[in-house]
């Protein structure tokens, strides 16, 4: 069969050599002549996996034993509750900016449980900016942002100076780009974008941060019991930590975040600079705010759609259809694409401005 | 390589087959030419295994629409915070049943959400029987009962009549024998006893009985907002739900519940015999309360031990030490167990006792 170019928003495409070390793994894990999906969590062979998982973390984002990194089910929105049930003092408030329709999710839990303050929004214009120059409230128990949106195809390029506890959801671009993670309290985010399939949430947070709520919590929504537990404190997600783990290696491998931040910069140059150029298409957001990892565009004449559909569709491109707030495109480069299929979807771009303009 | 008899008490054995399928859709799902690990959660392939995964629990269970099933991850300890947050009313009362560490879990969470009658326990003889004859409050809000206790190997073999919603956690028995699943207003398993593996959870409610607590609700907490999300409110467990909806079928292709029923009965006759016959061994447990699904036994002698550890694993047996509340052995069987590796344990049970009685 012929490559599918996978441009999949999310659950988005895996390393290639990844998906046969999953596939091997169903049947025969690490030559223990049984399947990963029906040994113990407790077995030493898992145990690797779990402090692998652990480990790697930390030392893509160079923090030291000042952070704790575990993984839970239950995904990023999961975590739009845990954050502020373990931060958000009683009768706290809580910072959020917000940038689109993940955050709003945030600021609606956030809001069951204690006082939200928006510090800004781009919601007036669609949420296609990131907005800049807000004050953060210093009495404020932390600052949540968002940062990177999957829907809109936003960025937030620089990270905002903050006075507070910065806490990010990284789902859609985590080990995209190079971050200074010890400027953050907190990360979180769902695998199944950019570090694993779903199912898989990885949180890494200060101990220190934790344990000052007041609040009388449910063991499974306390960050301390997870850390308590070693990322075990009941069965864990077995196979989509596994595989989060073998993502993480491949980037590792491969030369780690620096290698691949400059290899998304050249993707996202490449798509972008042809939607600039191209006449028949257009970027849907400020240009300083683009998303190196969601790449949002329209037709200037949408009654075209329906031929450009067979066009992509004929090079086995997927997965490129706009989000039903967005319509038009939305081609997902995260890290596991390769510039080749990049490549595919310009030509077709040009091919078809060729047929059209 | 030759065949391991996996009896790990969980995660736990699935079917060679189900393994094979879900090895397969790691590099190719469905004949979409793409791993089931990397595609949209909401494209139409995978849109039908929720559905089926949705359907055949209600199938298998013989229950109508007043059901509704969805997956979630988090295990059953997440559901040991959720069905109290979802079922017991601020300053209700719900009532309780011990018989062992899953039960008493499963407290203390209520406890940290409302007021918790435990109206019997089997603590003073270690959790080694299933207490009966108790009385249930009809002004609770709930009974909550663990079906099967998967460390001390006891098992509700009766259910009680009861007038209020009956809740149960049956993640290590649940399908391993006929029970009448419209006596229960909520049933909840963990996948990986015996339905699939880590990381997806089943939940199966009345829908009527929701929605009275006057708590206000977290959104990933609220069973309501995953009904309405069509089990899909947020990116759920891919893979784990797809293992366990193939699982599921494996189960209804080869004669369901009635089927296994009887194999499970077999299994469990099989080696309880041996357990009872054997000069060297003892089960732990009240007899009219032996799991069919994790037999808990101890040697008399506890110095051949590291012999007897020895003679089962040069059988290729794997996963037997019991859990270390218990000490000994348990060997679970579970529905993908054949009755081949449990007629392997037993031959070794006798062939030890010729050489060590």
Chains 1, 2 share one sequence.
Not at 81 to 86: D, G, L, Q, R, T
Request: proline fraction near 4%.
């Amino acid at each position: 069969m012929s490559k599918i170019h996978n441009f999949s928003a999310g659950p988005g495409i895996l390393p290639a050599e990844v998906l046969k070390q999953a596939s091997e793994a169903c049947i025969n894990f690490d030559n223990m002549n049984l399947s990963l999906l029906e040994i113990s969590h407790r077995s030493k062979n898992y145990e690797a996996v779990i402090a692998e998982a652990q480990s790697i973390i930390k030392e893509l984002f160079e923090v030291g034993n000042d952070y704790e990194v575990f993984y839970l089910g239950g995904g990023a929105s999961l975590q739009f509750a845990m954050v502020p049930y373990n931060l958000l003092r009683e009768n706290g408030t809580a910072a959020y900016l917000n940038t689109g329709v993940w955050a709003t999710k945030a600021i609606k839990e956030a809001k069951l449980l204690g006082n939200v303050n928006v510090v800004a929004s781009s919601e007036d214009k669609k949420f296609t900016y990131i907005p800049k120059g807000y004050a953060i409230p210093t009495d404020a128990d932390y600052l949540h942002i968002t940062s990177n949106n999957t829907i809109y195809g936003t960025q937030i390029k620089e990270f905002p100076k903050c006075p507070i506890p910065l806490v990010c959801d990284m789902s859609s671009d985590i080990f995209s780009r190079k971050v200074n993670a010890n400027d953050f309290t907190l990360i979180y985010a769902g695998a199944q974008k950019n570090i694993g399939p779903a199912g898989s949430t990885m949180v890494m947070v200060k101990k220190d941060a934790l344990g000052k709520t007041g609040r009388k919590m449910l063991s499974m929504l306390d960050y301390n019991v997870h850390i308590k537990g070693g990322s075990m404190y009941n069965t864990p997600p077995v196979f989509p930590i596994y595989v989060t783990m073998l993502t993480l290696k491949w980037l590792k491998a491969n030369g780690g975040v620096a290698w691949i931040e400059k290899l998304n910069q050249q993707k996202a140059d490449l798509i972008y600079n042809e939607i600039d150029r191209n006449s028949l298409f257009y970027g849907t957001v400020a240009k300083e705010d683009r998303s190196n990892m969601n790449v949002c565009f329209l037709m200037h004449k949408p009654e075209l759609e329906i031929e450009f559909d067979k066009f992509w569709k004929d090079a086995n491109i997927s997965g490129i259809r706009g989000h039903r707030d967005v319509g038009g495109y939305r081609a997902s480069i995260y890290n596991a694409m390769p510039i080749e299929s990049v490549q595919v979807l310009v030509d077709v771009m040009k091919e078809f401005e060729k047929k059209f303009a």
